[in-house]
């Protein structure tokens, strides 16, 4: 069982390096609102649960390949990119993000992977609707209430035969959460997945439920 992310001398030099340089920026002070809001506890609840299904998942299905990673929307990626490489051993992780502010911060909070073996990149591209030009063993996206139904995304990328990782809520009161469901089963449903190895909910410390589904 995952319970934490493993903290390195290097990952808290990274981490406090950005939130001092933007603390001290007022220009950039919205960005750290961003990057608050993106390390809350249930933002790690939710990451370990994924990360922890996803590795039963792998162990109990040896044709699944997870070295290569795309996270649709993955934002600032800091909690869930050391899961992903730590735990399911993962060496390439593409982040397609359409906010090219958080770029920057994104690069500076993993930098500890800058000369290793590991390649993450930030791809600035809304892959809603644009089509992927390579394959990847996982599709992550956290944030599905936040963008078109997953089906969307197959219909642009039909020759993918990637395993994904979908995660949404049943909470409607925030305005940019315009794809809300009310079960793993309408997740499903929406993604249009045919073969379902995990689906649950979770809720979380801030009081929303969770929605957990991995397939093809």
Not at 62 to 82: E, R
Request: with cysteine; charged share 20%.
């Amino acid at each position: 069982m995952v319970n934490n992310i493993k903290l390195t001398p290097d990952l808290l030099k990274n981490w406090t390096s950005v939130w001092k340089n933007l603390s001290s920026n007022t220009e950039k002070h919205y960005l750290l609102k961003r990057l608050s809001d993106a390390s809350t506890k249930s933002q790690l609840q939710s990451k370990l649960w994924l990360i922890n299904e996803l590795k039963n998942v792998k162990l109990n299905n040896k044709d699944i390949q997870t070295n290569t990673v795309s996270m649709i929307g993955g934002w600032f990626a800091h909690l869930i990119l050391p899961l992903l490489i730590d735990e399911i051993d993962s060496y390439m992780i593409h982040n397609y993000e359409i906010d090219n502010g958080i770029k920057n911060v994104s690069y500076a909070l993993n930098k500890r992977y800058e000369n290793t073996l590991v390649n993450y990149s930030i791809i600035v591209k809304n892959p809603m609707i644009e089509s992927f030009k390579q394959n990847y063993d996982v599709i992550i996206n956290t944030a599905c209430e936040h963008m078109f139904p997953m089906y969307k995304f197959k219909e642009l990328n039909p020759a993918l035969n990637s395993l994904y990782v979908l995660q949404s809520t049943n909470d409607t009161s925030f305005v940019d959460h315009i794809n809300c469901v009310n079960s793993p089963e309408e997740l499903i449903e929406q993604s249009k997945l045919n073969t379902v190895f995990y689906k649950g909910q979770l809720k979380l410390d801030n009081g929303m439920t969770r929605y957990l589904v991995i397939g093809k």
